[in-house]
């Protein structure tokens, strides 16, 4: 899959049926967020937007402040300055702008370890953020999610009966599980091995683009940025270097660094 | 897992090589006479019971008294239960998982109070908050004349919580440690709050640690014998000590069988609880996730902090001092510290640690590579010691020899068996880890050099064995100095050891006195605490 033409790629997604509204409205949005930790400053001056149902790829070495974005968007850290608009609402603003808890957005996020509960069942697992739906629909949505990630069969397992790949699928199927604006993937595949990475790439963008899910992954594989995301930012020191479409930035760096990091992968 | 597949596969091992099958019977029959023995304690509480009339015995099991000993036990564990909780697990939280300033300290201040026996912390207590205490005298100038007394329930719970609860808080630790901290993190994405989040995700996973830590709080509770003594309130161990000196045998026997049932029932507890951590969750996630930060409860967390460490360390260790200095004024014949009673202790205690050198080797070695169900029995059974309250041994014991061994009774080598049984497990169980390790081809190895299996065994595993049998040792060493109440009851008339001498001043004015002893036994403590870790660490 890799080695075909985008066009093709495009053609392939575009046969999915996807549940985004309005491909034009902006569902999040940063502007000027910068990160720093006493004296590190881990992100600096970020601005960027994502759309409806967009997969946007943050790209670049480790260290350049890409977890720490994502981080910030959930709400597990508090930006030194800027301002995070999801979904319309502003969650976090300079001075005495509010502050929203990552329990107050509607921000699902896929970690790079998974972080299943290992107490609970596949279904519990999903079931964890649907405490608000009566059980009844809670059960219908596990069971949409379960269908969605293919694992109708491990719906009783717990976490530690199931291969690395179904646990991702697990974790995916939890955090898509209360309709989330903003879906962010931490390294997602980096704990999976080569041959299921390729495997995983493919099937977690069609779940993706099925739930109509706007998204943001964070790698430092610039063969994963290429093959699922719409769009990628490269970062370097806790700024964007380059966004725009995987083919237009692979091919037209605008920058020495972005060449050169991109420049290695085909070394490698 | 990992262990027990070690264990099983050496086990295998082991017995496809026993081809000569005659010193294992051999071995087999001499740790079976020592099971035999060291269960006699028991024994004798069940035949007595058994002898007794059944009118008499249903008469004592249903009295006021035993009623009224039971319900003040029960009473007694669940406080002393609850409040080693509500102390260890906010304690551990605070220093695993916030960011806590000298998070370090804090947890070596939490884990301390361990080596402080629990009663000359009772001791402490009471010259301090009791009648015409340290305290009392401190705050007489400022016209405060009189202070809650200190004796009784709230004085036995207070004393015991604040050195039990380590236990709570270092399993708790341990579970929390182990746990992937972006679970929370997850749970918090997922529109949970910090607290439900903890309700959810966390407590469930650290369950099982705080309930083990909660039942070893719970058995020692149980079984101490000083504190409830010190602080007059009437249990269990307090009423066989009260009854056995009145000469009330069947009623110290009753008390005794229904003391070891309930330590049983919380035995039985915690193997279940133990076998269900066999599948824990072992997470490989980042611990630093989800860390809480304390912001504004920053103060309030380290004055709690503060006030247990104040209430478990600098008090007793400031009374001591305080004994010390007031020590000059000398003691009236016979209330005097000497030499003798440091020589009785430790002599006490290094035949004891010798003895169960001695014995734990055969059990733990056939345990190791027994290869049958059977051998592993003995080990089983040395085990009774832990769950077998020290006045119930001393209590058996005095009527075990009066009947058999008369010309035993009241020697020191009754005193010396009663510290084996309580003890040997400790023994056994550093022998039996340190066995496991040692390869069991080594000994074919040597064998097949032509030497014979005795000679291989010491030429070969002794020395390989010997920093696990050393470590053991010195354990019960340090275990029997401080031991108390099988000491009272069964030490020779006149014979005076460390412990029993802090006993004796106990009541009387002369507590000055007690300061010397009493800090040796904390040192002495805190030596056993190092073995344990240092065994821990290897």
Same mark, same amino acid.
């Given at each position: 899959?890799?080695?075909?033409?985008?066009?093709?790629?495009?053609?392939?997604?575009?046969?999915?049926?996807?549940?985004?509204?309005?491909?034009?409205?902006?569902?999040?949005?940063?502007?000027?967020?910068?990160?720093?930790?006493?004296?590190?400053?881990?992100?600096?001056?970020?601005?960027?937007?994502?759309?409806?149902?967009?997969?946007?790829?943050?790209?670049?070495?480790?260290?350049?402040?890409?977890?720490?974005?994502?981080?910030?968007?959930?709400?597990?850290?508090?930006?030194?300055?800027?301002?995070?608009?999801?979904?319309?609402?502003?969650?976090?603003?300079?001075?005495?702008?509010?502050?929203?808890?990552?329990?107050?957005?509607?921000?699902?996020?896929?970690?790079?370890?998974?972080?299943?509960?290992?107490?609970?069942?596949?279904?519990?697992?999903?079931?964890?953020?649907?405490?608000?739906?009566?059980?009844?629909?809670?059960?219908?949505?596990?069971?949409?999610?379960?269908?969605?990630?293919?694992?109708?069969?491990?719906?009783?397992?717990?976490?530690?009966?199931?291969?690395?790949?179904?646990?991702?699928?697990?974790?995916?199927?939890?955090?898509?599980?209360?309709?989330?604006?903003?879906?962010?993937?931490?390294?997602?595949?980096?704990?999976?091995?080569?041959?299921?990475?390729?495997?995983?790439?493919?099937?977690?963008?069609?779940?993706?683009?099925?739930?109509?899910?706007?998204?943001?992954?964070?790698?430092?594989?610039?063969?994963?940025?290429?093959?699922?995301?719409?769009?990628?930012?490269?970062?370097?020191?806790?700024?964007?270097?380059?966004?725009?479409?995987?083919?237009?930035?692979?091919?037209?760096?605008?920058?020495?660094?972005?060449?050169?990091?991109?420049?290695?992968?085909?070394?490698? | 897992?990992?262990?027990?597949?070690?264990?099983?596969?050496?086990?295998?091992?082991?017995?496809?090589?026993?081809?000569?099958?005659?010193?294992?019977?051999?071995?087999?029959?001499?740790?079976?006479?020592?099971?035999?023995?060291?269960?006699?304690?028991?024994?004798?509480?069940?035949?007595?019971?058994?002898?007794?009339?059944?009118?008499?015995?249903?008469?004592?099991?249903?009295?006021?008294?035993? &009623?009224?000993?039971?319900?003040?036990?029960?009473?007694?564990?669940?406080?002393?239960?609850?409040?080693?909780?509500?102390?260890?697990?906010?304690?551990?939280?605070?220093?695993?998982?916030?960011?806590?300033?000298?998070?370090?300290?804090?947890?070596? =201040?939490?884990?301390?109070?361990?080596?402080?026996?629990?009663?000359?912390?009772?001791?402490?207590?009471?010259?301090?908050?009791?009648?015409?205490?340290?305290?009392?005298?401190?705050?007489?100038?400022?016209?405060?004349?009189?202070?809650?007394?200190?004796?009784?329930?709230?004085?036995?719970?207070?004393?015991?919580?604040?050195?039990?609860?380590?236990?709570?808080?270092?399993?708790?630790?341990?579970?929390?440690?182990?746990?992937?901290? =972006?679970?929370?993190?997850?749970?918090?994405?997922?529109?949970?709050?910090?607290?439900?989040?903890?309700?959810?995700?966390?407590?469930?996973?650290?369950?099982?640690?705080?309930?083990?830590?909660?039942?070893?709080?719970?058995?020692?509770?149980?079984?101490?014998?000083?504190?409830?003594?010190?602080?007059?309130?009437?249990?269990?161990?307090?009423?066989?000590?009260?009854?056995?000196?009145?000469?009330?045998?069947?009623?110290?026997?009753?008390?005794?069988?229904?003391?070891?049932?309930?330590?049983?029932?919380?035995?039985?507890?915690?193997?279940?609880?133990?076998?269900?951590?066999?599948?824990?969750?072992?997470?490989?996630?980042?611990?630093?996730?989800?860390?809480?930060?304390?912001?504004?409860?920053?103060?309030?967390?380290?004055?709690?902090?503060?006030?247990?460490?104040?209430?478990?360390?600098?008090?007793?260790?400031?009374?001591?001092?305080?004994?010390?200095?007031?020590?000059?004024?000398?003691?009236?014949?016979?209330?005097?510290?000497?030499?003798?009673?440091?020589?009785?202790?430790?002599?006490?205690?290094?035949?004891?640690?010798?003895?169960?050198?001695?014995?734990?080797?055969?059990?733990?070695?056939?345990?190791?590579?027994?290869? /049958?169900?059977?051998?592993?029995?003995?080990? &089983?059974?040395?085990?009774?010691?832990?769950?077998?309250?020290?006045?119930?041994?001393?209590?058996?014991?005095?009527?075990?020899?009066?009947?058999?061994?008369?010309?035993?009774?009241?020697?020191?080598?009754?005193?010396?068996?009663?510290?084996?049984?309580?003890?040997?497990?400790?023994?056994?169980?550093?022998?039996?880890?340190?066995?496991?390790?040692?390869?069991?081809?080594?000994?074919?190895?040597?064998?097949?050099?032509?030497?014979?299996?005795?000679?291989?065994?010491?030429?070969?595993?002794?020395?390989?064995?010997?920093?696990?049998?050393?470590?053991?040792?010195?354990?019960?060493?340090?275990?029997?100095?401080?031991?108390?109440?099988?000491?009272?009851?069964? &030490?020779?008339?006149?014979?005076? /050891?460390?412990?029993?001498?802090?006993?004796?001043? &106990?009541?009387?004015?002369?507590?000055?006195?007690?300061?010397?002893?009493?800090?040796?036994?904390?040192?002495?403590?805190?030596?056993?605490?190092?073995?344990?870790?240092?065994?821990?660490?290897?």
């Amino acid at each position: 899959m890799a080695n075909k033409d985008p066009s093709q790629r495009i053609a392939d997604f575009e046969t999915v049926t996807t549940a985004v509204e309005d491909p034009e409205r902006t569902v999040l949005s940063m502007e000027g967020v910068s990160k720093d930790y006493g004296r590190e400053l881990a992100v600096e001056d970020l601005s960027l937007s994502v759309k409806d149902g967009e997969l946007l790829t943050l790209l670049g070495p480790s260290g350049c402040g890409k977890t720490t974005t994502l981080r910030m968007i959930a709400g597990l850290e508090e930006p030194s300055s800027g301002t995070i608009t999801i979904a319309g609402e502003t969650v976090t603003a300079d001075g005495d702008g509010p502050f929203r808890k990552p329990e107050e957005r509607d921000v699902g996020i896929v970690f790079q370890d998974y972080a299943l509960f290992p107490h609970l069942s596949v279904h519990e697992n999903i079931a964890f953020g649907l405490e608000e739906m009566d059980d009844v629909d809670a059960d219908e949505r596990v069971a949409e999610l379960l269908e969605l990630v293919d694992l109708e069969a491990h719906e009783e397992k717990m976490p530690s009966q199931l291969s690395g790949g179904q646990q991702q699928r697990v974790a995916l199927a939890r955090s898509l599980a209360p309709e989330p604006d903003v879906l962010l993937l931490d390294e997602p595949f980096s704990n999976l091995d080569v041959r299921l990475r390729v495997e995983m790439r493919e099937e977690v963008r069609r779940i993706l683009k099925r739930a109509g899910v706007t998204a943001i992954s964070v790698t430092h594989d610039q063969e994963e940025a290429l093959s699922i995301s719409d769009r990628v930012a490269i970062m370097n020191n806790g700024n964007v270097a380059q966004i725009g479409d995987p083919a237009e930035v692979f091919e037209n760096p605008e920058s020495r660094f972005v060449a050169s990091f991109l420049g290695q992968a085909r070394f490698l | 897992m990992g262990t027990s597949d070690r264990l099983d596969r050496i086990r295998e091992q082991a017995s496809v090589g026993e081809r000569d099958a005659r010193e294992p019977t051999v071995l087999a029959a001499v740790v079976l006479a020592i099971s035999l023995l060291l269960l006699s304690p028991i024994v004798w509480v069940l035949i007595h019971a058994g002898e007794m009339q059944t009118g008499r015995l249903v008469e004592l099991v249903v009295s006021e008294t035993t &009623r009224s000993v039971t319900v003040n036990t029960m009473i007694l564990i669940s406080a002393v239960t609850a409040s080693s909780v509500a102390i260890g697990v906010p304690l551990a939280i605070l220093t695993v998982q916030t960011d806590l300033p000298f998070k370090r300290f804090w947890t070596v =201040t939490g884990a301390l109070p361990l080596v402080v026996p629990s009663y000359i912390g009772a001791f402490a207590f009471v010259s301090a908050f009791g009648p015409r205490g340290q305290l009392a005298n401190l705050l007489a100038p400022l016209g405060i004349q009189q202070l809650p007394t200190i004796y009784g329930l709230h004085g036995t719970v207070l004393v015991l919580t604040l050195f039990t609860y380590p236990y709570v808080f270092l399993t708790t630790r341990a579970s929390l440690i182990s746990f992937d901290g =972006t679970a929370v993190e997850a749970a918090r994405t997922l529109n949970h709050t910090r607290w439900q989040a903890f309700k959810r995700v966390t407590f469930p996973q650290i369950a099982p640690g705080i309930t083990a830590g909660a039942l070893l709080v719970a058995l020692y509770t149980l079984s101490d014998f000083g504190t409830p003594a010190i602080m007059r309130y009437d249990v269990f161990t307090r009423m066989i000590f009260v009854e056995e000196q009145a000469r009330n045998l069947d009623a110290a026997a009753v008390l005794s069988l229904l003391l070891l049932v309930l330590a049983m029932v919380i035995l039985l507890f915690e193997s279940r609880i133990n076998a269900g951590r066999d599948g824990a969750y072992v997470s490989s996630g980042d611990r630093n996730a989800g860390r809480i930060r304390l912001g504004y409860w920053k103060l309030p967390a380290l004055g709690f902090c503060a006030t247990i460490a104040t209430l478990c360390l600098a008090l007793p260790v400031g009374i001591l001092t305080l004994w010390l200095v007031r020590s000059a004024e000398a003691a009236p014949a016979g209330f005097s510290f000497t030499l003798s009673h440091v020589a009785n202790s430790v002599g006490l205690a290094a035949a004891a640690a010798g003895l169960c050198v001695v014995v734990a080797l055969p059990i733990a070695y056939l345990s190791a590579r027994g290869g /049958t169900k059977l051998s592993l029995l003995p080990e &089983r059974v040395s085990y009774v010691g832990y769950a077998v309250p020290g006045v119930v041994i001393g209590l058996s014991l005095i009527y075990l020899a009066l009947r058999f061994v008369p010309f035993l009774y009241q020697s020191v080598i009754v005193l010396v068996f009663a510290y084996v049984v309580r003890f040997l497990p400790q023994a056994v169980g550093t022998t039996e880890s340190s066995i496991l390790q040692v390869d069991p081809s080594y000994i074919e190895a040597a064998r097949s050099l032509g030497f014979g299996p005795i000679r291989s065994f010491r030429l070969v595993v002794l020395p390989l064995v010997a920093p696990g049998i050393a470590a053991g040792a010195a354990l019960v060493f340090l275990t029997t100095m401080k031991e108390l109440p099988a000491t009272l009851m069964l &030490r020779p008339t006149g014979f005076e /050891t460390i412990v029993t001498y802090i006993w004796l001043v &106990r009541g009387a004015a002369y507590q000055g006195q007690a300061a010397i002893p009493a800090l040796i036994l904390v040192g002495v403590s805190g030596l056993s605490m190092l073995v344990i870790l240092r065994q821990e660490g290897r």
